[in-house]
C-alpha cells in the first residue's frame, strides 16, 4: 500500500533536481548537475573574514546554485535542505576536522523573518550537517535586531556596519572554550559571519569555522 501511494504521489509530483528542476527518478539531484555545477576548487573552497578561523564553501553563488538557494529561501523548498546539507556535509569531511568540532550552530534570523518564512535555511542546513557529520547542532546565537537585509546592500562597508549589535550569543558558557562551526546559506562580503564569530569569541569561543553552500566568484 506505501509503495502504491509512493507511487501515486511521483505520477503526481515526480521527483526533480534541486537545481535544474529536470524530472528524474528517485534521488534529488540529476548526472548533468553532478558533473557542471559551478564547484570550488583548491584554494577556492576557502575564504579568510575578521574573527573567523576558516570558511569553507562547495559551491560558487551562481546560475542554478543561485536559482536553488532563492527556491530553498523563498519559495517554501525547505526539503533542499537534505541535498544541500549533504553536498555541504562532504565539502566539512574534506576540508576540517570534524573530529575536533565541538558542536554545529547557524546563523539566525529576527523573529520577524522567522515568522514570514517559516523556517531558517541555515538551520535546516546545520541539523544536515550535524546528523552527517555526528557533531550535535547547538543554537549559540539570537538575532536582537531587525536590521536591513544583508542581501539588498552592495556596499560592503555599509554591510558591515549594518550587522553590528544585530547578534547577541543565547549562553556564554555553552560556548567557553569550545570549537564552533557556523552554518550559513551564502557568503558574498563575510559582514555577518563576522560579526557572528566576533560575538562568539568575546564569548569565550576558542575557535569558530564557518561553512557555507556557496560563496561569491571572485
Do not use: W
Amino acid at each position: 500500500m506505501i509503495k502504491l501511494f509512493d507511487y501515486i504521489l511521483d505520477l503526481i509530483y515526480p521527483p526533480k533536481c534541486v537545481f535544474c528542476g529536470k524530472v528524474i527518478d528517485k534521488s534529488d539531484i540529476c548526472n548533468d548537475c553532478i558533473k557542471t555545477l559551478p564547484y570550488t576548487k583548491g584554494d577556492s573552497v576557502y575564504q579568510r573574514f575578521p574573527f573567523v578561523d576558516k570558511c569553507i564553501s562547495p559551491l560558487y553563488y551562481k546560475d542554478y546554485v543561485r536559482r536553488a538557494v532563492l527556491r530553498f529561501k523563498f519559495s517554501g523548498c525547505s526539503c533542499y535542505s537534505r541535498r544541500l546539507g549533504a553536498i555541504m556535509s562532504e565539502c566539512a569531511e574534506n576540508n576540517l576536522d570534524c573530529g575536533s568540532i565541538d558542536m554545529i550552530s547557524c546563523i539566525p534570523l529576527s523573529k520577524k523573518r522567522l515568522h514570514d518564512r517559516g523556517y531558517n535555511q541555515a538551520e535546516l542546513l546545520a541539523k544536515e550537517i550535524s546528523q552527517n557529520v555526528d557533531v550535535r547542532f547547538v543554537p549559540t546565537l539570537k538575532k536582537i535586531k531587525n536590521n536591513t537585509a544583508q542581501s539588498t546592500i552592495k556596499d560592503a562597508k555599509q554591510r558591515a556596519v549594518n550587522v553590528v549589535g544585530a547578534y547577541t550569543v543565547i549562553d556564554p558558557n555553552a560556548v567557553k572554550g569550545k570549537h564552533i562551526l557556523l552554518v550559513d546559506d551564502v557568503v558574498t562580503t563575510g559582514s555577518t559571519v563576522s560579526e557572528c564569530a566576533r560575538m562568539l569569541k568575546r564569548a569565550g569561543a576558542k575557535s569558530v569555522y564557518c561553512i557555507t553552500l556557496a560563496r561569491r566568484e571572485d
